[in-house]
């Protein structure tokens, strides 16, 4: 299985979100992830997918500055193991699983 672990997709200016893809979402090269509107809605900008894969990271704030990151999608070579990229990106970000981090109880 090849992976790759994308990039995030950033806005394109500032305004306000309207996400059309929840996050663990297959999603197909060109496809429509956001639309960035200004307050007044003048001006839209759409947020394309620069490759298939599956979201796995996304801002859930609704108003978002130009440059910030919205989406992040993991690059599967095929999409039907969009499951086994999911999983195999939990276990590689998974801070449990990483040996170099010192063990610390939680700050409460």
Do not use: Y
């Not at 059309?20 to 639309?35: D, G, H, R």
């Not at 990271?57 to 130009?66: A, I, K, S, Y």
């Not at 440059?67 to 276990?91: M, N, P, S, W, Y």
């Amino acid at each position: 299985m090849e992976i790759g672990w994308g990039e995030w997709l950033c806005a394109p200016q500032s305004g306000i979100l309207h996400s059309l893809i929840p996050l663990c979402k297959i999603v197909e090269k060109a496809q429509i992830i956001v639309v960035v509107a200004e307050p007044f809605g003048e001006k839209e900008e759409e947020v394309i997918a620069t490759a298939s894969g599956i979201v796995v990271g996304r801002t859930n704030f609704p108003l978002v500055n130009e440059g910030e990151a919205l989406f992040h999608i993991a690059r599967c070579k095929e999409t039907d193991t969009a499951t086994d990229c999911v999983e195999v990106f939990r276990q590689e970000m998974d801070p449990d699983s990483d040996p170099k981090l010192p063990s610390e109880p939680p700050i409460f």
